[in-house]
C-alpha cells in the first residue's frame, strides 16, 4: 500500500461521511480505495472498476443486494448507502446485512441530503487526501479563532471536527481535562515528539504542548482515534499539533499569571504536600501550569537562613539570588520560597545514583554559602508523592545542619541519636562516672585506644593501625581499660554504654 | 420449456359444469402469480359461478378457431382490491347491466364473451357473465396471468380499443368511461364506487381478440388446476411443478415482510430464508403479484414469469397481501405465456415495467 492511498476505515476517519456506520461486511474495512463512484442504478455499479467506492443513491432491498453481489463481481471496496434526512428510508434488514457479510464487502450508511455532497467530499478525501486535511485545518483554526484556546474550548472543537476523544494530559497520565484513552500505554507520554500507540479501542495520538528545557514533556494533548487507518491518524496528528500550538500558549499565559502569585507556588506546594499519595486533577494541572513536573524522580532540598530570621523568606530578592545561585552550579529544579526557609527540588526520568549524592551535596554547599543559608536534602523518591516525601526528609535534615553545612538524610540517623546523647546532660554526666576511672590514666591514652578499638568495631588490627601502634599493644590497653572500668566488652550491653559514654565525652570535649 | 405442457384440447369437456369450479379456481389463483384475489376472494365468485350454472346450465366453451371472427366477444373484469369484496359482496349482474352500457346502438349483439385477465378472481367473472347471459366463453385472453393495470394486456400491445368502458358496482352506480388515459380515470372512479367494481369494456372482434389475444388460458389453469387441486401428500412441490413446466425455486421460512403503500400500488419485499441451504436468503419483490424473485443479489425468476407462494405443510397458495413472517413457504416459478417474452411487448410487463432495476431473465437461465 502506498503512503497516499486511503482504506475504507481511513475514509470513515476523515469526516467526509456523516454520522457514517459500517452496517456490515467489516471484513473488507482496510482494503485501499481509489476512486469515489456515484450509482443510482444497477448499470452504474456494473460499470464499477476494482478499487471504487460506490455510493447508492437507493435504498430498495433488493437493489442494495444485486450491488453487493456487482460490486464484490467487480472487485469494488465499499457500497454506502445514503440515508436521507427527510422521506422514507428502509435501512437494509438482516438478510441484506447477512449477504454482505458473506461476502466481506463493507455496507455503509451515512446521512446526508444529497448523495452528490458525499460523493464529493469522498472523492476529495480518496483523490487529494491532502486537501481534505487541509480543509480540516483550516476548520478546526477558525473555530479555535474564536474563543480563547484553553483545553475547556479546544478539545471540543478536536471532538467535533475529527470525531475523536481528545484530553489534555500530563506525562504520568493523569488527565488535567478530558479523559485518557483506556489502555494508553505510559511509553507513549515519555518522549518528546509526537507519536500513536494502539490502545484497547483504537489509537491514542500524543502530540506534546509543553516541555522543560531539558526536552522532558510536561504536558501532551492525547486524541483517541476509535476508526482510521495510517492517512487518518496522520491527519489526526496534523490537525492536533496545530491545537497544541494553541494550548501551549494558553500554558505560557497561564504560567505568567502564576509567577505573578508567586505566593501561589508556596500554597500549590503546601497543597501537594498535604494531599499524600493521591493527587487530585485539579492540583495536577496547577502544579503543570506552575511549570512542575510531576512523573520521575525528586531529590528535595530545604534550605533555611544560619540563623533563623523570618522576613528574609520573604524577601524575593534573596529568591532569586538563590535561584541564580543555584542555575549557576547546574542545579535547575523548582524552588519555592515559604515562611521559613525555600524548599527546592531536582527531577530525574530515573532514580539518581548514589554516587550523585555527593556531587549534588557539593554544589549545594557553594550555592547555600553564598546566601548564608544550611540545607538539608532528602532522598531521591518518584512520581507526584515523592516531592512530599524527598522535601519531608530535606526539612529534617536541614533542622540538624551545622554552620555552612548541606546535610542529607542518610547522615542524619546516628548523628542526631549522638547529637541527642551528647544534649542530654544526664547521660554526659553518666558518661563521665562511668570513664572517671580512666581519666589522666597513661596520658588519656587508654581512654582515646578505648574510643578507637569501639569505633572500628572491636576489631584489633583496625584500631592498632588508625592508632599506630602494635595490635598487642592495643590488647593490652582494652584488658586493661576492662579492668580498670569493672565492665567486660564482650557483654553487648556494657559494650554499647561504654562506647556511648565515649561518644558524649568526645561530644563534650568538642 | 412449453408454456402449456400439454395443451388442454376441451374437445369432448366443452362444458364447465359445477365440479370444474373447484380445480378451475385453483388454476385461476395459480395464474395470479400471488395476485388477482387469494382463496378467500376466488371463493365469492366460485360461489356465483356455480350458482349462475345451475340455474342457466353449464357454459359452452369454444376454441377461437371454432366461432366466426366477425362475431363479437365481450371481456369483463373486477377493477380494485379483490379483499375488497368480500365485505362489499357482489349482486353477481354488474357485469350484465355493464355490457347493456357498451353495447353501441345499431351494432350486432355480441355472440360471446372472453377473458381478460385469466390469472385470480377475474379468470372466472366472463365465465359467471356467460352463464348469465347464456354465451358461450372463448378461450382467450389479454394477460394469461394477473397484472395489476388494465391495459396491461396483449390487446392494448396490438392497439385494440378499450374504451368506451362501463363500470358498475352492486349499490347500482353506473358510469361510463372515455378517455385516453383510460387507467387512471378508471381508478378514479373505482376508488369512488367504494372500493372495487366491475368493468365491461368495448367489445371486439373475435378474430382481432384470437389474433391479438392469449389462446388456451382456461385450458391452461384447469391443466394447473388439476395438478395443485390434488392432495399434497400424492405428490411434492417439485414433481407438481415440474408437471406444470415449471420449477421448485426454493423452501424457506418467512423471516422479514416489509410493505409500502405510498405509490400507485402497494409493494412489498420479503426475505426467506432457505431450508434448503445454509445461511442463505431468498428476496422476493410483490407488488400486487410477486414479480422478482432473487437469491443472493442475482434475480432467479422474473415478471411476466409467474411466481407463486405455497404455504409448505397445506401447498395451498399465499397471495401477496396475506404472506406473513413465520410461514414457511415453497416458491415456485411458472413460465410466462410465450406472447409477452418478445421484445416489443416486454416493455409493458418486465421489472422494469413494476420500476424495478433489472431486466426479464429468461425463465430457467438463473
Redo the contacts between chains.
Keep these: 500500500m502506498t503512503a497516499d492511498s486511503l482504506t475504507v476505515r481511513d475514509l470513515l476517519g476523515v469526516g467526509a461521511l456523516p454520522d457514517c456506520e459500517v452496517l456490515a461486511g467489516a471484513r473488507g474495512i482496510d482494503t485501499e480505495v481509489l476512486d469515489v463512484r456515484l450509482a443510482a442504478d444497477i448499470g452504474a455499479v456494473e460499470a464499477c472498476s476494482a478499487g471504487d467506492l460506490v455510493i447508492l443513491t437507493g435504498h430498495a432491498p433488493y437493489l442494495v443486494e444485486v450491488a453487493l453481489r456487482r460490486a464484490y463481481s467487480a472487485d469494488v471496496r465499499a457500497v454506502v448507502l445514503v440515508r436521507p434526512e427527510a422521506g422514507s428510508y428502509q435501512p437494509p434488514s438482516a438478510a441484506t446485512l447477512s449477504f454482505a457479510n458473506r461476502l466481506g464487502v463493507p455496507l455503509l450508511q451515512t446521512q446526508a441530503g444529497d448523495p452528490l455532497l458525499v460523493a464529493d467530499a469522498l472523492r476529495t478525501a480518496v483523490r487529494r487526501p491532502d486537501l481534505s486535511a487541509a480543509r480540516l485545518l483550516n476548520a478546526v483554526t477558525a473555530r479555535m479563532r474564536r474563543r480563547k484556546p484553553d483545553p475547556a474550548s479546544v478539545l471540543p472543537i478536536l471532538a467535533d471536527e475529527l470525531g475523536v476523544t481528545a484530553a489534555v494530559v500530563s506525562a504520568d497520565g493523569t488527565a488535567i481535562e478530558g479523559t485518557t484513552p483506556p489502555g494508553l500505554p505510559q511509553s507513549l507520554l515519555a518522549g518528546s515528539v509526537a507519536g500513536a500507540a494502539e490502545v484497547d479501542e483504537g489509537w491514542a495520538v500524543a502530540v506534546p504542548v509543553e516541555s522543560d528545557r531539558t526536552g522532558h514533556v510536561r504536558l501532551w494533548l492525547v486524541s483517541h482515534v476509535r476508526s482510521g487507518g495510517g492517512r487518518w491518524i496522520e491527519t489526526v496528528t496534523q490537525v492536533s499539533q496545530v491545537a497544541s500550538w494553541a494550548l501551549g500558549k494558553w500554558v505560557a499565559e497561564e504560567r505568567l499569571d502564576v509567577e505573578r502569585r508567586a505566593r501561589s507556588r508556596g500554597s500549590l506546594l503546601a497543597e501537594l504536600l498535604a494531599c499524600g499519595d493521591d493527587v487530585p486533577p485539579h492540583l495536577v494541572q496547577q502544579a503543570v501550569l506552575a511549570g512542575w513536573r510531576l512523573d520521575g524522580w525528586h531529590t528535595g532540598v530545604y534550605a533555611v537562613p544560619q540563623t533563623p530570621d523570618h522576613r528574609i523568606a520573604l524577601d524575593t530578592n534573596r529568591t532569586e539570588f538563590l535561584r541564580a545561585g543555584l542555575a549557576r552550579r547546574g542545579l535547575h529544579g523548582q524552588l519555592v520560597e515559604g515562611a521559613d526557609g525555600w524548599s527546592f527540588w531536582l527531577t530525574n526520568d530515573g532514580e539518581p545514583p548514589q554516587s550523585q549524592h555527593r556531587e549534588l551535596t557539593l554544589r549545594l554547599q557553594q550555592a547555600v554559602a553564598m546566601c548564608d543559608l544550611v540545607a538539608g536534602v532528602g532522598r531521591p523518591h518518584p512520581g507526584a508523592r515523592g516531592i512530599a516525601r524527598t522535601l519531608g526528609e530535606a526539612r529534617e535534615a536541614a533542622g540538624m545542619a551545622g554552620p555552612a553545612q548541606v546535610v542529607h538524610i542518610d547522615e542524619l540517623g546516628v548523628r542526631r541519636l549522638l547529637s541527642l546523647a551528647a544534649e542530654t546532660p544526664a547521660l554526659v554526666e553518666q558518661a563521665s562516672r562511668l570513664l572517671d576511672p580512666l581519666a589522666g590514666v597513661e596520658d588519656g591514652q587508654l581512654l582515646r585506644t578505648l574510643a578507637v578499638y569501639l569505633d572500628e568495631e572491636s576489631v584489633t588490627s583496625a584500631a592498632a593501625a588508625r592508632l599506630g601502634v602494635h595490635r598487642n599493644t592495643v590488647s593490652q590497653r582494652i584488658s586493661r581499660a576492662e579492668q580498670l572500668l569493672g565492665v567486660s566488652l564482650e557483654n553487648a550491653d556494657e559494650r554499647l554504654a561504654v562506647h556511648l559514654a565515649c561518644r558524649a565525652a568526645r561530644a563534650a570535649d568538642d | 420449456m412449453t408454456w402449456c405442457r400439454s395443451p388442454v384440447s376441451l374437445s369432448g369437456m366443452r362444458l364447465i359444469t359445477p365440479d370444474d369450479v373447484d380445480r378451475l379456481a385453483v388454476g385461476v389463483i395459480m395464474l395470479g402469480s400471488g395476485g388477482g384475489g387469494g382463496e378467500q376472494d376466488v371463493h365469492v365468485v366460485t360461489t356465483m359461478l356455480r350458482h349462475a350454472i345451475r340455474t342457466n346450465g353449464p357454459v359452452r366453451v369454444l376454441d377461437v378457431e371454432e366461432i366466426d371472427p366477425d362475431a363479437l366477444g365481450v371481456r369483463a373484469g373486477l377493477i380494485g382490491a379483490p379483499t375488497v369484496m368480500i365485505e362489499k359482496l357482489p349482486s353477481g349482474n354488474e357485469a350484465a347491466e355493464a355490457l347493456r352500457a357498451v353495447r353501441p346502438e345499431g351494432e350486432p349483439p355480441v355472440s360471446a364473451v372472453i377473458g381478460w385477465e385469466i390469472g385470480g378472481c377475474n379468470g372466472l367473472f366472463p365465465l359467471l357473465l356467460a352463464a348469465q347471459l347464456g354465451l358461450p366463453y372463448v378461450d382467450v385472453d389479454g394477460m394469461g396471468r394477473a397484472f395489476p393495470r388494465i391495459d396491461q394486456t396483449t390487446y392494448d400491445a396490438a392497439g385494440l380499443p378499450i374504451t368506451p368502458l362501463a363500470i358498475t358496482e352492486p349499490s347500482g352506480n353506473r358510469a361510463l368511461l372515455d378517455s385516453s388515459a383510460i387507467e387512471k380515470l378508471a381508478r378514479t372512479v373505482m376508488v369512488d364506487f367504494g372500493g372495487w367494481a366491475m368493468m365491461v369494456a368495448r367489445p371486439l372482434r373475435i378474430g382481432d381478440a384470437a389474433k391479438a389475444g392469449i389462446p388456451g388460458t382456461l385450458a391452461r389453469a384447469l391443466e394447473l388446476g388439476g395438478i395443485w387441486a390434488s392432495p399434497q401428500e400424492s405428490h411434492g412441490t417439485r414433481g407438481r411443478a415440474e408437471a406444470s413446466g415449471g420449477f421448485l425455486v426454493a423452501r424457506g421460512k418467512v423471516?422479514?415482510v416489509?410493505r409500502?403503500s405510498?405509490g400507485e400500488f402497494p409493494r412489498g419485499?420479503v426475505?426467506v430464508?432457505r431450508l434448503d441451504e445454509d445461511?442463505s436468503?431468498v428476496?422476493l419483490?410483490m407488488q400486487g403479484e410477486y414479480l422478482?424473485v432473487?437469491a443472493?443479489?442475482?434475480?432467479l425468476v422474473t415478471t411476466p414469469d409467474l411466481i407463486c407462494c405455497l404455504d409448505a405443510e397445506s401447498g395451498r397458495a399465499i397471495g401477496t397481501e396475506r404472506l406473513s413472517y413465520g410461514t414457511v413457504i415453497d416458491i415456485v416459478a411458472l413460465p410466462a405465456p410465450p406472447q409477452w417474452v418478445r421484445p416489443r411487448m416486454l416493455g409493458r410487463v418486465d421489472p422494469r415495467a413494476f420500476g424495478?432495476?433489472?431486466d426479464y431473465l429468461p425463465f430457467g437461465q438463473s
Design positions: 423471516v422479514e416489509w409500502e405510498t419485499t426475505a430464508r445461511d436468503y428476496r419483490e422478482v432473487l443472493d443479489g442475482e434475480p424495478y432495476d433489472l
